[in-house]
């Protein structure tokens, strides 16, 4: 179901039924699911209620300059009580980490949604794979409800649709976004500001992004590094930080599918994809029952880093092999 009458309605009736709601987003949140879910916590404490934003990993730095970010809290399992849950970014509730079963915990759970092939497991299931952010959706549906867009809502949604976008430079960009960051400026967001925070660096993750790019190999269309515990343990930067290397990747001219290889543990590697232009590297994705976007996805492998190199290329010849019979 899309932002239209019926879910607006329904959506409504949940929040003023409700007296203590939760908001979460995927494990490793990004700008989409933090901007989003701060956006929904300002409003709704506004309202009154009692709310409680919680994920399973914590807030990554860049994002510490959103209005009311030190209420994000992070924990493996919750244990409280809702009266209504809302699951932001999420195709499946797995993508949640497990830190509660909404079963249980919560009365009404909403899935509020762009991703393809979201498996629509709320009781309201709020899915546009056309919206280029979730902050854009939220925005839609803020407005259809009449909400007023204050200057921290406008910051925050802003912050989910830029980050979302790559700075409006993704195919997902249409003119509806630029139109909705348009009204966002008018509301007080100040672009400058949240480009410098949402794009700043430290030392450190300057220091294993150079590590990375030692590492690049390019094959074909193919483009492609890696990331081991050693790289991390070696510079002292995080994971969260390195949420945008994969992009110098996808920027060289002459590739086609971008490919970032993180060491998560002995045997296991986090694979993330970045296509342009035709290449659909959710296809790629879902065939290591990962997913996501035609031109953003990600997998995780159950092999060592070596190994696991070696299948998701093999797969990603095979699609270009494919491509060009067709
Ligand atoms: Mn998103």
Request: glycine content about 6%.
């Given at each position: 179901m899309n932002e239209d009458k019926a879910a607006l309605e329904k959506l409504q009736g949940f929040i003023k039924q409700a007296k203590k709601i939760l908001l979460s987003t995927h494990i490793n949140p990004d700008g989409d699911g933090i901007g989003s879910g701060l956006a929904l916590l300002g409003k709704l404490t506004k309202m009154g209620k009692k709310v409680d934003f919680i994920n399973r990993d914590p807030l990554p730095?860049?994002?510490?300059?959103?209005?009311?970010?030190?209420?994000v809290k992070n924990t493996k399992k919750i244990t409280g009580k809702y009266d209504l849950a809302i699951v932001l970014?999420?195709?499946?509730?797995?993508r949640n980490g497990g830190i509660i079963d909404y079963t249980q915990q919560s009365k009404v759970t909403v899935n509020l949604d762009h991703h393809?092939?979201?498996?629509?497991?709320?009781?309201?299931n709020i899915v546009d794979p056309k919206a280029a952010a979730v902050g854009e959706q939220l925005y839609r549906i803020m407005k259809g409800l009449c909400w007023e867009i204050d200057k921290d809502a406008a910051t925050c949604i802003y912050t989910a649709i830029v980050t979302d976008t790559g700075s409006f430079r993704y195919s997902n960009t249409s003119p509806e976004t630029h139109i909705i960051a348009s009204e966002l400026l008018r509301a007080g967001a100040d672009p400058e500001h949240i480009s410098s925070q949402v794009y700043s660096s430290t030392e450190q993750a300057t220091k294993l992004m150079y590590q990375m790019l030692s590492k690049l190999k390019v094959e074909g269309r193919m483009g492609y590094s890696y990331l081991t515990k050693k790289m991390f343990s070696d510079t002292g930067a995080i994971e969260s930080e390195t949420d945008n290397f994969i992009n110098s990747i996808r920027a060289?001219?002459?590739?086609?599918t971008a490919m970032l290889f993180k060491e998560t543990g002995p045997s296991s590697v986090k694979v993330s994809f970045r296509s342009k232009g035709?290449?659909?590297v959710n296809i790629i994705a879902r065939g290591f029952k990962g997913g996501g976007h035609k031109h953003a996805a990600g997998a995780v492998i159950h092999l060592p880093m070596a190994k696991a190199i070696k299948a998701v290329l093999a797969q990603v010849r095979k699609y270009y092999r494919l491509k060009r019979v067709k």
């Open positions: 730095m860049i994002y510490k300059f959103l209005p009311n970010s030190a209420q970014e999420c195709p499946e509730l797995e393809l092939g979201n498996t629509m497991y709320g009781d309201l060289i001219k002459t590739v086609e035709t290449a659909d």
